[in-house]
């Protein structure tokens, strides 16, 4: 089975402008999870999907958004961007986000800079 | 809300040694508690978990201890070996469904020396 995928894999962007990341699931999986990796946070909760809605958020700024399509695919948006914001944002994927289905794989992540 | 304590921060072995990475946890509803490995460039990857119903969990060279009442969980490597080196993160979370978002450890950066 393939694991998660992420693209793009980097990107580079300016103060102000906005970014739209992608997160492929593995194949069956219904749930998706964001998290955002810093040197000096470390790994923090974004917001988590599933049947294409929210259903639990981190504690993150509304210029944090994302959705669920159809197919289990997700994508974040990040608008206005920030310097603050350069990151290791990683897509996790689980089978069924209930009962002992937890368990969340990750992809490899896309880096962001913010310049 | 949930926060994961996670120590030490860097931890240097020896080839053949064990190494042992502690964490603790605040929540006491958390009952699901992985081990994941992130090495340079990569996402992390789940080495290992353990449910809050068991007390020990093995793999390998690798085990999980859980201990509720005092709110902690440990990583145990035996037999490290120099492709063992990586940062390693433990994480708590209160199950399945809404309330399945992991709260991480600050991670313990492990370095296995030939």
């Known amino acids: 089975k393939a694991g998660v995928t992420q693209t793009p894999r980097y990107l580079i962007k300016t103060r102000g402008q906005q970014v739209t990341l992608s997160c492929s699931p593995i194949?069956?999986?219904?749930?998706v999870s964001w998290y955002q990796q810093t040197p000096g946070q470390g790994l923090q909760f974004l917001f988590e999907?599933?049947?294409?809605?929210?259903?639990n958020k981190g504690n993150f700024p509304g210029r944090f958004s994302g959705r669920q399509f159809s197919n289990s695919r997700s994508e974040m948006n990040v608008s206005t961007l920030e310097l603050g914001d350069s990151a290791l944002y990683l897509c996790?994927?689980?089978?069924?986000?209930?009962?002992?289905?937890?368990?969340?794989?990750f992809g490899p992540g896309t880096r962001l800079l913010v310049l | 809300g949930e926060n994961v304590e996670q120590h030490p921060s860097t931890l240097s072995v020896q080839e053949g040694d064990s190494a042992v990475i502690k964490c603790t946890y605040s929540?006491?509803?958390?009952?699901?508690f992985p081990w994941y490995k992130q090495e340079l460039g990569k996402g992390p990857q789940l080495i290992i978990d353990?449910?809050?119903?068991?007390g020990e969990k093995k793999d390998q060279r690798i085990a999980v201890t859980l201990n509720k009442t005092a709110k902690h969980f440990s990583l145990h490597i035996t037999e490290t070996q120099p492709e063992d080196s990586a940062v390693y993160f433990c994480?708590?979370?209160?199950?399945?469904?809404?309330?399945?978002?992991?709260?991480f450890g600050k991670g313990t950066k492990l370095s296995v020396k030939p």
């Open positions: 999907y599933f049947s294409e809605t929210q259903r």
């Open positions: 353990i449910r809050s119903n068991v």
């Open positions: 994480a708590a979370s209160r199950g399945g469904g809404s309330q399945g978002n992991l709260i």
């Open positions: 929540d006491s509803a958390s009952n699901y």
């Open positions: 996790a994927s689980s089978l069924d986000a209930s009962g002992a289905k937890e368990t969340q794989y």
């Open positions: 194949s069956g999986h219904r749930s």
